[in-house]
Nanobody, 115 residues
Framework: QVQLVESGGGLVQAGGSLRLSCAAS????????MGWYRQAPGKQRELVAT???????NYADSVKGRFTISRDNAKNTVYLQMDSLKPEDTAVYYC?????????WGQGTQVTVSS
């Protein structure tokens, strides 16, 4: 059974930082592209950042220079370090694993940035 479990969300003031974690089980973690997505109220889910099995990172323009995605294959965990947070970063953040047509989602973790 595949499980992606996010943690680390919460309430933070603008300018602050949070670190999200996503622990995966039931997949061969090292071969998967891992990603973080977010969905704000009334908006579509959007890509935040991805990291391939070889460590290539990709970011949405809105978070470049502020967020950093990383992975620890020994711990089957992907991270999202979020710095200089803005109120517009408020959303539910989801973890996703992808290997060809096989992709799975976590349940999400709420991030709220107050102004």
């Amino acid at each position: 059974q595949v499980q992606l479990v996010e943690s680390g969300g919460g309430l933070v003031q603008a300018g602050g930082s949070l670190r999200l974690s996503c622990a995966a089980s039931g997949i061969t973690f090292s071969i998967n592209t891992m990603g973080w997505y977010r969905q704000a109220p009334g908006k579509q889910r959007e890509l935040v950042a991805t990291i391939t099995s070889s460590g290539i990172e990709n970011y949405a323009d809105s978070v470049k220079g502020r967020f950093t995605i990383s992975r620890d294959n020994a711990k089957n965990t992907v991270y999202l370090q979020m710095d200089s947070l803005k109120p517009e970063d408020t959303a539910v953040y989801y973890c996703r694993s992808q290997y060809y047509q096989r992709n799975y989602w976590g349940q999400g973790t709420q991030v709220t940035v107050s102004s």
